[in-house]
């Protein structure tokens, strides 16, 4: 069985590793009171933020993200655009957030001695493979969005800064944001975590209508390609607005026209150019808009 071959980060995964791989995933989604729409088989990390007690009328806005470690347009978003929307108490009150760090690789299960094994393939190479790896047991670990937000964007903005030493990366930004590194360090060598990349890796690749590229961002379940062209705050409190109660102060701001009514807001020739890491497939290919 074959999500979008592969052969980097391998283990062994039993010997009724889907069986395994739905009871495992299910019983992680109940406990966190989560659970994705059967009909895309999806089986995926909770990374909802929990900060901020709402009343019953003012709904969260989900947005999920689906990105690579190493891709640059990934870092930079990252590092930028979701820093700059995280750093907006209120808006930060409004948003469940999700992110799938597995981008445009490909995944599989494949026979072995001793039952079947996950391989991975990651379209910037094993380092990749680590880094998108890390971030799920920093997601896994820490659960709030409170909690992972920083130390994610901590990472991608010294990978961007050019450092590649993941681990050390990794490690460095736990430091830097009062993060036990240890429960990380256990998760990445635990089996059941190469469970979460397939899986992870499953959903990225099944998504309908089909994703296209990283970063690849959904509010509430809807793709809107302004997000990555800096206008993620725009978007998400053009969805607040739209669900009504208290708006963020940031979102008063905001033009009229974020009561949008389709999934693009904003004219053609106002979106500022910025490149993709175009997909699916493990080949780097970088493509200029």
Known sequence: AQVAGAHVLSRHAGRNPFQLTFMRAMLRLALAAVLWPLSTSAITISAASQSGALSKREDKVKVEVFYETLCPT????????????????????????LLYPFGNGLASIVPSDQGSAYS???QHGENECLGNLVHICVIEQLVDAARFMPLITCMESSLRAGMTAMLEVGQSCAMQNGVDW???NECLVNPNT???MYSIGYYSNTLEPARQYVPWVLVDGQHDETAIYGQLTQVVCAAIIAKGGSVPSTCQAQVPSLLRAGSNIFPEELKPRRPVCMGPGPEPAVLEE
Request: aromatic share 10%; proline share 3%.
């Open 74 to 97: 990934c870092q930079a978003f990252i590092s930028m655009d979701m820093a700059q929307l995280w750093a907006d108490a209120e808006i930060r009150d409004r948003v469940q957030l």
């Open 194 to 196: 190469q469970a979460d």
């Open 182 to 184: 240890n429960p990380i």
């Open 120 to 122: 991975f393939q990651c």
